[in-house]
Every structure is written in structure tokens, then in C-alpha cells.
């Protein structure tokens, strides 16, 4: 890692040529891509299935719960894998996972039942928590240490090209543009109604049968592909000359932290398009495109931005800007009405854009060899904010109003400005 203590991990490869570690980055870099998309497709899905099969704001909520208490449970077996059998492995059961997944979308659409929708999804993200298990540290080896957190931005750069097209993709194939109210549904007659819902379900099913055909694609040329024989070499490596990963303050801070930005992160877009109905009058189709063209584009676009910052700024610093600015925007969304609260939120993913891989980062800074690992799959797991916050954010709207329950991301940027300007460089316990 960047700037890590003398006690570290260190990796080499057979023949240890820069050349060799190209076409290996740009492949492991498409995952970032990938996960991205499915990620991305969640804000359309809520009010989607919402929809579909009549739910709450707290039951659509569940739909990123499935996914990130997926990365909760999986992290460490995902990690425990990598160390047995290797990152390409890993990787490939994680493709197929998600493709399986995918294809399950189908025979949920047909049977209309909620249940099969989110056992579809936890599935997929079984497989996201191989893919990013293997893929944030895999891509930080491939290089030289001191360019590790460069390097992890510029890839998840992709991440944002998928934050861009999610929901382009959903708004076009997925949303269909017809709303009606709770009192208009109740008063159609039952075989209409079953008609609009079964019609509703049924537009995932040539979205996600064409994502699990490329993931399957990306799975083969994985398979074909020789990848670099990374070899971890332990430099003061042993654990228990360490002592306890848990006396890394710093480490812990970041896992909290990680743990309420993505939190964030999730609930900001995954109520967008409620938000933006409810504050600005807005439409569902017309919020997906701004959420795909507006935010997905501008989380790309900070991405690329953070990352040439990076050149001249300390990674903390800049993370303590963008949190601070992110406060002020949800502060504005929460406040006001109209198209200055709807915008406010769609600027918020532009100041994301570099929080997750740097707290990934700074966190990882200074441990050693024998907790390296151990030490992202716990970073990974803290992945299960997004399990938490959504819900939270539902139950407020259905006590209150969609615009009162941004109250939980603002929250949860007080906790990263905490972490870049102080929990980052909390000292290892004695």
C-alpha cells in the first residue's frame, strides 16, 4: 500500500516485467465495470418492484439489503478462497455466481413474487463479493506500492462509466413511464391489474438475460487468459509477531467509516427517484435518465478528477473536502423544494466518487504482510452499510416524507469528514 510501514506485504511475479501486468489490469478492471452496473440498477429495481409488487418505501428498501448483507456473510469465505486457491479463481466463481444470478431475474419476472426477485439478487452479489474480495487488492499489487492508491482510483474510474449506464439502461428497458396511484390501482378491475403487474415484472427479464450472457463472456476470457502468478512474500509477516489486527486504530476507523459512506452511497441513489417525485414533481423515467446522465456521469467524472487531484492533494485531504461539501449539498436537499433540492442531490455522487477506494486505502496503510488480507476482507464486509441504511432510510419516509430520510447519508459523511481528517492517522494500540 502508499506509504505503508517497513513490515509489509510485498508480491512478485515470474519474470516481474511492467509489460506483463497490462492486459491483466485492464481485464481485472472490467470487473469494476461490472459490479458497477448491477449496483446502479438497484435504484431503478426499488421503484421498479415497488411497483410491480406493491410495495412500501421500507420493503423496496430490502432490495439493497440482499445485495450488501450478501458481501457481509461472503467477505471472509471470499478472502479465505483467494488465499487457497488464488485471485483467478476467485474471480471466475464470482462471474458465474453472477451470472446464475442474473438469469434467475427470468423465472422470478414470471412468478411476480418479491422473494424470488431478492434471492436473484443475493446471489449476484454472492458473486460481486468474489469479484471486489479479488479485485481492489489484485489491482494495488500490480504496480508499485506507491501507486496503489492511484492506481485503485483510476480503476474504479470504471466503476463510474458503470454508475453512468445503469441507469440509462434501467430508465430505457426497465421502467415503463406508467404510474398510478395506490387509489388507482385499487379501483381497476382484478384481471387489468394483474395485467399491469405481470407486465411490469417481465421488463427485467431481457435486461438481465443479456448481462449474464457478457458477465459468462468476461467468466470464458478469464478462463483463457494467463494471468500473472502473483506470489505473496511475507516481509515481518507473521501474525502473531503483529500481535491482534484490532490494535490497528486506524484500520477500525476505516471499517466503520467504510461502513456508513457506502451506507451513504446507497441510500443517496437508491431513493432518488422517490425523492425527486416527491421534492420536485418529477417523473420516474425522467429521474432515472438525471440519475444515469446527471449522477452516474458526474461519479464517473469525479472519479477521473479525484484521481488527477490525488497528483497534487493527500488523499485524506481531499477526502475531508468532498465529505464536507457532500454535508452541505444534503443539508440543501433536505431544506428545500423544488429543483435546487432535486439538483443538490444529483452533485452529491460527484463528491463520492472517491471515498470508497480511499478509505479502502488509507485504511490498509502501514499493516502488515500477515494482516493484509485479512484486513480488506474486513473492509469488504463493512460493505453491509448498504444492508442497514436503506432500511432505515424507508422506515423514516413511511413515518414522515422521503426528504427527511436523506437525515441518515448526511450522518454518514459527519462520519467520513471524522475519518479524513482524524481517524485515518489513529495510532496502532500499544
Not at 494495488?140 to 449506464?165: E, M, W, Y
Amino acid at each position: 500500500m502508499a506509504g505503508g510501514a517497513a513490515s509489509t506485504t510485498t508480491y512478485t511475479s515470474a519474470g516481474n516485467k511492467a509489460g506483463k501486468y497490462l492486459f491483466p489490469f485492464i481485464l481485472v478492471t472490467s470487473l469494476f465495470f461490472l459490479w458497477a452496473l448491477v449496483h446502479n440498477l438497484s435504484p431503478i429495481l426499488i421503484p421498479h418492484l415497488k411497483k410491480a409488487c406493491r410495495l412500501t418505501d421500507t420493503q423496496s428498501s430490502f432490495i439493497d439489503s440482499a445485495i450488501f448483507v450478501a458481501y457481509f456473510l461472503l467477505a471472509l469465505p471470499a478472502g479465505y478462497i483467494m488465499k487457497r486457491f488464488g485471485f483467478k479463481s476467485g474471480i471466475i466463481l464470482g462471474l458465474l455466481l453472477y451470472a446464475i444470478g442474473a438469469f434467475l431475474f427470468i423465472p422470478a419476472a414470471n412468478s411476480g413474487q418479491y422473494m424470488f426477485f431478492l434471492v436473484a439478487l443475493f446471489i449476484i452479489a454472492s458473486g460481486l463479493t468474489f469479484l471486489e474480495t479479488a479485485a481492489n487488492p489484485y489491482v494495488t499489487i500490480l504496480g508499485s506500492p506507491d501507486t496503489a492508491t492511484f492506481r485503485l482510483n483510476l480503476a474504479q474510474c470504471f466503476n463510474g462509466v458503470g454508475a453512468f449506464i445503469g441507469p440509462v439502461i434501467g430508465a430505457k428497458f426497465i421502467l415503463s413511464g406508467t404510474e398510478y396511484t395506490e387509489a388507482q390501482m385499487n379501483a381497476m378491475p382484478a384481471a387489468e391489474l394483474q395485467q399491469y403487474l405481470a407486465t411490469e415484472a417481465a421488463a427485467v427479464k431481457m435486461p438481465y438475460m443479456i448481462i449474464g450472457i457478457v458477465v459468462l463472456l468476461v467468466a470464458v476470457l478469464f478462463i483463457f487468459t494467463k494471468m500473472p502468478d502473483v506470489k505473496e512474500e511475507e516481509s515481518g509477516g507473521n501474525p502473531a509477531q503483529e500481535g491482534s489486527i484490532f490494535k490497528h486504530r486506524h484500520l477500525i476507523a476505516a471499517i466503520v467509516t467504510q461502513f456508513f459512506y457506502v451506507g451513504a452511497q446507497v441510500g443517496v441513489n437508491a431513493f432518488f427517484i422517490r425523492f425527486a417525485k416527491y421534492a420536485g414533481g418529477m417523473p420516474e423515467k425522467d429521474a432515472a435518465y438525471l440519475l444515469g446522465a446527471v449522477a452516474g456521469l458526474g461519479f464517473m467524472i469525479g472519479r477521473f478528477v479525484g484521481t488527477f487531484l490525488m497528483r497534487f492533494m493527500k488523499p485524506q485531504v481531499l477526502l475531508s473536502l468532498y465529505a464536507l461539501l457532500n454535508l452541505v449539498l444534503i443539508g440543501i436537499a433536505m431544506t428545500v423544494k423544488g429543483d435546487v433540492a432535486v439538483w443538490a442531490v444529483l452533485a452529491v455522487p460527484f463528491f463520492m466518487s472517491i471515498m470508497f477506494p480511499t478509505i479502502f486505502s488509507l485504511g490498509l496503510q502501514g499493516l502488515g504482510g500477515g494482516h493484509t488480507k485479512l484486513g480488506s476482507s474486513m473492509l469488504v464486509m463493512a460493505i453491509v452499510g448498504g444492508a442497514i441504511c436503506p432500511p432505515l432510510m424507508g422506515l423514516i419516509s413511511d413515518a414522515s416524507n422521503i426528504q427527511m430520510a436523506y437525515l441518515v447519508p448526511l450522518v454518514c459523511f459527519a462520519v467520513v469528514l471524522w475519518f479524513g481528517t482524524k481517524g485515518y492517522k489513529l495510532a496502532r494500540a500499544q
